[in-house]
């Protein structure tokens, strides 16, 4: 190791990732962006037959508020999951988000790509609007 070209006369003591930690030592805490909880409901929400295909955050503001308008599309093969799409352009508009000092302000399906040969696709983009809470 370079420590101990550079400081042949200390001797460093090395550990294990597991020995880094004492034992009962809870784990840091890794917070989960507003964003990223608003993508896992739209997941659980389209099914396990969607396929994410891109997922975009852009800041956004106007007089009173502030949050962010994201981008997600979704890829759906076959028809079963051509079924569960149909189902997810039905219940997005009324579905009731719950995500922690946020607010969803707009959920709509912006783009619709079809084609039904030589196998059913769909192509789903959703646009949807974050409002901080606070």
């Known amino acids: 190791m370079w420590l101990d070209r550079l400081f042949p006369a200390l001797p ?24 990223e909880r608003l ?6 929400l389209a099914g396990p ?9 852009a800041p956004w503001a106007s007089v009173t ?16 999951a051509c079924d569960a799409a149909e189902t997810l ?4 508009p009324e579905h009731e988000f719950t995500i922690p000092r946020t607010l969803v302000a707009d959920a709509a399906v ?7 040969l030589p ?8 646009a949807l609007l974050l409002l901080d809470d606070a």
């Open 110 to 116: 912006v783009r619709l790509d079809q084609k039904l």
């Open 119 to 126: 196998e059913p696709c769909m192509t789903i983009e959703l």
């Open 12 to 35: 460093f003591e090395r550990k294990s990732q597991a020995e880094a930690l004492p034992t009962g030592t809870p784990h840091p805490r890794v917070r989960i962006s507003p964003g």
């Open 65 to 80: 508020f502030a949050g962010t308008r994201h981008t997600i599309v979704l890829r759906y093969e076959g028809w079963e």
């Open 39 to 44: 993508l896992r409901a739209v997941l659980a």
């Open 89 to 92: 352009i039905a219940a997005l």
């Open 49 to 57: 037959e969607a396929e994410l295909m891109e997922h975009g955050e």
